[in-house]
């Protein structure tokens, strides 16, 4: 299980840093285990639009959804970087 103290550990930046995140990988993982954004947004107790509101930056991910979202898709604690805070080149 993800605590959230093991993500207060993992040093990742908000959105006030001016960083922009590249969620591909994160999306791929969705069609692979969820097949559609909307599935995974019901599993993940959010509506499909605050889910897209999300992966396009309009909001940010909060730290229970992301502790859920990795129970969900299988994304072991030392993954979150790279499918939740991977910069845009």
């Known amino acids: 299980m993800l605590y959230l103290s093991q993500l207060s550990k993992l040093n990742v930046v908000k959105r006030g840093d001016n ?6 990988r994160l999306r791929g993982k969705i069609k692979e285990k969820c097949k ?6 019901n599993m993940l107790n959010i509506s499909p639009a605050s889910l897209s509101d999300k992966l396009n930056e309009k909001s940010d991910f909060s730290h229970s959804e992301i502790t859920r979202a ?20």
């Not at 559609?36 to 947004?41: G, P, V």
């Not at 990795?70 to 080149?89: A, R, T």
């Open 19 to 24: 960083l922009s995140f590249d969620y591909s």
């Open 36 to 41: 559609t954004q909307e599935r995974f947004a």
């Open 70 to 89: 990795c129970q969900i898709l299988d994304i072991p604690v030392g993954k979150i970087p790279d499918y939740f805070f991977c910069e845009q080149s």
